[in-house]
């Protein structure tokens, strides 16, 4: 298992400048994100590098000219902080391992470097106030102001500024044709009216096109991180990751990029397969870090990426990280760990009881675990602290929906889509509400939008299958409920889903296999599959399976101790077979009677009176066996 490159002063110095580069282009999440994780740094480590003036980050694309290879760093091992100490040249970005086709660490050659500098000091007062109208959301100011600029920087800007405008005109001109979702209340049923016919399932922006024009023969990082982007709008997943491999090869700490390059990977083979693409060795923190979130976001981390974060959160590396922590608390919830989670949730907000990232999370936590005290303070709490923020109102959607207000729900739900149409979780959440008030239309609508959103998460699938099969249209639910299993090829309910599915249609073939998949990630002492599998192999006319299943269930639930009554069935089954059959056992068979017989089950009756049939064809082959004996001894 590898272990991250620990945090030295090259690494430090390359996250201060990510903070001031994405800020400088208007990425303010990805500012946002390299600032909080500097800050999570030791301060004794901060403060070196604040101390080391002369040091220049190696992936600073708008610095002074500088010699082309990066400086030596200076690792955090030993002396104080105020004490000179020695240098050591930094392995870090050597990847004897590469894939031969992953792009290399580059930086920009001397007289490009100087070039640039040159012009943004030229154009530093028009690039402050373009700054100043992007923060404000002034976007058409800011290109007017940048029209004659001709520095990477501005140019980043100014397009930028031109796709964030196109984009709030498309979602304008979307929301024009926003189906009319209202309620309608009759005979305690509520339904929802709508006519979307003429509305796209997502926003159209025009303008990809031409923005990809500007930016297509770009070799500037920012720039391809651009081109990257308006790639994947465009559906040209390919192409946009190679871009945005470059772009990180150019300027590896810009987060965006990262998170871009996450919503272009389906499922955990193609991350797998992308890993040995990336311009950074494994061990870098950043690779591990995109790994575990990508893997969050895929609903499917291993106890690898747990093991991630928590050496991610050791002391060598980033121990005060809230994000980190708050990455470490989803890998839990995905793990079902729900205990632990709770733990890491509360430790977060006990050191930062404002932070609002994640919460919904916690909020799906509580639900889950039935802390209803808990989440309605949380709901209060937060929704005073903020109540335009989507994951407060999927926080108060969770709230009302455990106490089974499902009108109240829905309105938190529905709130938190209008914040932020991609706000996965609100439509799939509100999906779960209108099934629960078997509303299936309207629940078939939330889920269609969640998938028009994010085709990769299979919790929308899964939900169209349910709402299909409340309209008992199986073949639909059948469909939906393969779309996610192929998402989560190891999650036992997709299986079950399929496998009554299949049933209902009368594949009892399907079915049966669709079970046995279920059988392999499922707990070992679980019974409920066994008898769905014996049952349908009696059906089929198959009793040797059906009492192996059946057989199973006796000896998972007498290893665990439970109740007769959670058997009983299966033992008359297994005792009934083996006295049909020629040389059956009938020596299991008396045992799994008497214990039936002696009980308070209800089949104690039916036990009874086959324990008196068994053991006298016991004695009776006894007697048998007894008079064959003597025949053979008697003299003939």
């Known amino acids: 298992m590898t272990t991250p490159l620990a945090v030295d002063t090259q690494l430090v110095a390359e996250i201060k400048s990510a903070i001031r580069e994405c800020s400088d282009r208007g990425l303010v999440l990805a500012s946002k994100w390299a600032a909080e994780l500097h800050l999570s740094i030791p301060a004794n480590k901060r403060k070196l590098v604040n101390l080391s003036s002369s040091f220049i980050p190696a992936f600073s694309t708008s610095t002074p000219a500088r010699a082309r290879s990066p400086p030596p760093s200076t690792p955090f091992t030993g002396g104080s902080p105020g004490s000179p100490q020695k240098l050591t040249q930094n392995p870090r970005h050597s990847n004897p391992a590469r894939h031969p086709d992953a792009p290399l660490l580059n930086d920009q050659p001397p007289d490009v470097r100087a070039m640039e500098s040159e012009l943004e000091a030229q154009e530093e007062d028009i690039l402050v106030t373009a700054r100043a109208c992007v923060h404000a959301k002034e976007f058409k100011r800011a290109i007017h102001v940048l029209r004659d600029c001709r520095s990477s920087k501005a140019h980043f800007l100014s397009i930028y500024s031109q796709f964030i405008a196109a984009e709030k005109q ?366 349908l192999h009696h059906a089929l006319e198959e009793p040797a399976e059906a009492v192996a299943y059946h057989r199973k269930v006796v000896e998972v639930c007498q290893a665990d101790e439970r109740p007769i009554q959670d058997y009983a069935k299966s033992s008359l089954e297994v005792a009934e077979y083996h006295m049909r059959i020629p040389n059956g056992d009938l020596a299991l068979a008396r045992d799994y009677l008497e214990i039936v017989a002696s009980s308070n089950a209800e089949d104690v009756g039916r036990a009874a009176e086959l324990l008196k049939t068994v053991k006298a064809t016991i004695q009776a082959q006894a007697m048998s066996a007894d008079n064959e004996v003597q025949t053979q001894k008697s003299p003939s």
């Open 170 to 535: 498309a979602q304008r001109d979307w929301h024009k044709l926003d189906s009319r979702l209202f309620v309608i209340p009759y005979s305690a049923i509520l339904t929802v009216a709508t006519d979307n016919r003429h509305q796209p399932p997502v926003p159209v922006n025009n303008s990809l096109s031409e923005l990809l024009d500007l930016v297509y023969n770009a070799t500037d990082p920012w720039l391809l991180f651009l081109k990257g982007l308006f790639l994947a709008r465009l559906s040209r997943r390919e192409e946009s990751i190679e871009s945005i491999l470059r772009s990180i090869a150019g300027f590896p700490w810009n987060w965006s990029a990262w998170t871009l390059l996450g919503s272009c990977i389906g499922d955990g083979e193609e991350l797998s397969s992308l890993l040995q693409l990336l311009p950074l060795p494994p061990t870098h923190p950043l690779v591990q870090m995109f790994q575990t979130k990508t893997l969050n976001e895929l609903h499917n981390p291993s106890d690898h990426e747990l093991h991630l974060c928590n050496q991610l959160l050791s002391n060598d590396f980033f121990p005060n990280s809230l994000w980190i922590m708050s990455l470490r608390a989803c890998v839990l919830y995905h793990l079902h760990d729900f205990g632990q989670a709770e733990v890491q949730f509360e430790k977060i907000l006990a050191l930062d009881p404002y932070r609002i990232d994640d919460i919904d999370v916690y909020s799906n936590i509580l639900y889950v675990t039935d802390s209803r005290l808990k989440l309605s303070r949380l709901a209060h709490e937060f929704l005073a602290l903020d109540k335009d923020r989507p994951e407060v109102c999927c926080l108060v959607g969770n709230h009302y929906s455990l106490r089974a207000e499902h009108e109240k729900a829905v309105k938190y739900f529905r709130r938190a889509t209008q914040l932020d149409r991609t706000y996965l979780s609100a439509w799939t959440l509100m999906g779960h509400e209108y099934v629960e008030m078997k509303n299936s239309h309207a629940a078939i609508e939330a889920y269609r939008r969640a998938v028009d959103v994010n085709r990769k998460d299979y919790r929308a699938w899964y939900g169209l299958g349910q709402a299909y099969e409340l309209l008992s249209m199986h073949h639909y639910a059948l469909h939906y409920y393969q779309h996610a299993t192929a998402l989560r090829p190891y999650d036992v309910r997709l299986w079950q889903a399929q496998g009554m599915c299949y049933e209902e249609i009368g594949r009892l073939r399907e079915a049966i296999e669709c079970l046995k998949h279920a059988l392999i990630p499922a707990d070992p002492h679980e019974i409920t599959i066994n008898l769905k599998l014996a049952r």
